[in-house]
C-alpha cells in the first residue's frame, strides 16, 4: 500500500547517494551485510544502501574517471542528518506528530 511504502521510506531516511540493485549488484561477499528476514513471511529482504564511489573508463586516458555518487539537489553527507531531522519535524507538523511517530516505530 502507499502508507507501507511511506513507512519503508521514513524508516530509512535520507537518500543522497544513488544506490539501485541491478545496476549496482552488492558483492557476493558482502550480500548478507544487507540482507534480512521478514519477520513475517520469513523471506529475505536485500536492504537498499547507496553507492560509495563511481568511476567509469575512459578509452581516450586509458584510466578511470570518478563519478560524484550524490544526488543533484540532495544534501551532502555532513548535512544529511540535520536535513533529515528537519523533514521529519515538518512531516510531524503537516501530518501529526502521533501518525509519524508510529510510522517510524513500526517495523
Request: hydrophobic share 35%; aromatic share 8%; charged share 30%.
Amino acid at each position: 500500500t502507499c502508507e507501507a511504502q511511506f513507512r519503508r521510506m521514513l524508516q530509512l531516511g535520507v537518500v543522497n547517494r544513488v544506490y539501485d540493485k541491478v545496476m549496482f549488484p552488492t558483492p557476493e561477499h558482502l550480500s548478507e551485510s544487507y540482507r534480512v528476514l521478514d519477520e513475517k513471511t520469513g523471506r529475505p529482504i536485500d536492504l537498499p544502501h547507496p553507492v560509495a564511489e563511481l568511476r567509469v573508463w575512459n578509452a581516450a586516458t586509458r584510466g578511470y574517471d570518478v563519478v560524484n555518487p550524490q544526488l543533484d539537489g540532495a544534501p551532502s553527507d555532513a548535512e544529511a542528518a540535520q536535513w533529515w531531522a528537519n523533514r521529519v519535524n515538518e512531516l510531524r507538523e503537516e501530518r501529526g506528530a502521533e501518525y509519524i511517530d508510529g510510522l517510524l516505530g513500526s517495523k
